[in-house]
């Protein structure tokens, strides 16, 4: 039996969260959140296989574990599941360029027992993680509690410098469940991708991300020319990308997540369409485009209820 990957809860604010959630322990690791997708590789009759969120082996994701994972791995121990998320461009979920990968890379954050889904204490995943040459997640370091929320907050300001997401918050011998924490960078970048798929994103996710604003804003003291600056960005990121959906439709196109893959064999595209149908997911494909000895496929997610919502508008339709 795989275990879901259990949910990471969020530090509002770092000192309280870090001091109330690992009381009993007198260091912390900080490791990077990167963001990507969560996926879980396994040995299936002697192949990798890898299973997205929702627990779905998903084709894509499948072929790319069996040219980026180490086989040995999986042979030497069948009792261990790794956990990491798939990062980079060629991606259909949550594609990002602020990396430097080329294409799509798996980052290990996690080793865990199958069955229980007992995770491996922080140093030795990371040190069996190397030995089998894997790619992972950075380990910022371990600190005391008392030092961990300035250390974050420095951290947390460099990372949202180059757009990257933000950090989880591990307790070294993993007893205890991590916590994470994000840049404002990282938070508004969501909210522009999500606004311009107004009607299609729940709106838990877009309040959320507006409430962390006003605890981060609050622990970190701004002063008036920082405060400014955290309110133009979100007010930008809320509207702009709203603004810019309404002007396409109005123009008579239609507003679509443009995303891309990267496949070595027509097959797994086959498949990965299936797998996208079934999920209900409607995507329209370009044709696959050969590029060495691999396909490169281009797609259009569509926002049919934010196409909708809009068109109604300009019929004249209330809210
Ligand atoms: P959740 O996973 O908490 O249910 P979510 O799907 O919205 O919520 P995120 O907000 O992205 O997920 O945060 C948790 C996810 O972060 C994990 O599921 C994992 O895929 C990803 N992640 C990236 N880097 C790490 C890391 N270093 N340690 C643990 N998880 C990480
Ligand atoms: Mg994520």
């Known amino acids: ?42 040995s299936l009759d002697g192949k990798i296989t890898a299973i997205t969120r929702g627990g779905y082996i998903c084709p894509y994701s499948t072929e790319k574990a069996r040219y980026l994972l180490n086989i040995n791995f999986f042979n030497d121990h069948p009792d261990l599941v790794l956990h990491g998320e798939m990062v980079g461009p060629d991606n259909p979920y949550v594609p990002k360029n602020i990396y430097d990968i080329d294409s799509l890379d798996f980052y290990v954050f996690d080793i865990r027992h199958k069955g229980s ?27 005391t509690k008392k030092e961990a929320p300035e250390k974050i907050h420095t951290i947390i300001k460099e990372l949202g410098k180059i757009e990257h997401e933000g950090v989880v918050i591990k307790d070294p011998a993993m007893n205890i469940p991590p916590i994470k924490y994000t840049c404002s960078q990282s ?8 606004f311009r798929f107004y009607n299609d994103v729940g709106r838990d996710y877009l309040f959320s991300r507006v409430v962390r604003e006003g605890f981060q804003a609050f622990e970190w003291g701004e002063n008036e020319e920082d405060l400014k600056k955290r309110c133009l960005q979100l007010g930008e990121s809320i509207l702009n990308p709203m603004i810019d959906s309404i002007t396409e439709i109005e123009k ?31 995507t329209m494909f370009e044709e696959p485009e050969k590029i060495g000895d691999e396909f490169l496929v281009k797609m259009k997610k569509l926002s049919k209820s934010t196409n909708d919502k809009t068109l109604s508008m300009f019929k004249g339709e209330l809210w």
Not at 187 to 194: G, I, Q
């Open 1 to 42: 039996m795989i275990k879901g990957f259990p949910k990471i809860k969020r530090a509002m604010l770092l000192e309280p969260a870090i001091n109330s959630h690992f009381s009993d322990i007198a260091t912390v690791c900080v490791e990077e959140k990167m963001n990507g997708f969560n996926v879980r590789a396994i």
């Open 117 to 143: 889904g007992e995770p491996l204490p922080v140093n030795e995943r990371r040190k069996m993680a190397e030995e089998y040459g894997f790619t992972q997640v950075r380990l910022f370091g371990e600190f």
């Open 187 to 194: 938070n508004c970048a969501d909210l522009r991708h999500a």
């Open 252 to 282: 008579g196109e239609r507003v679509s997540d443009e995303v891309q893959i990267r496949v070595r064999s027509l097959d797994t595209l086959s498949e990965f369409k299936e797998y996208l149908r079934r999920q209900g997911i409607e």
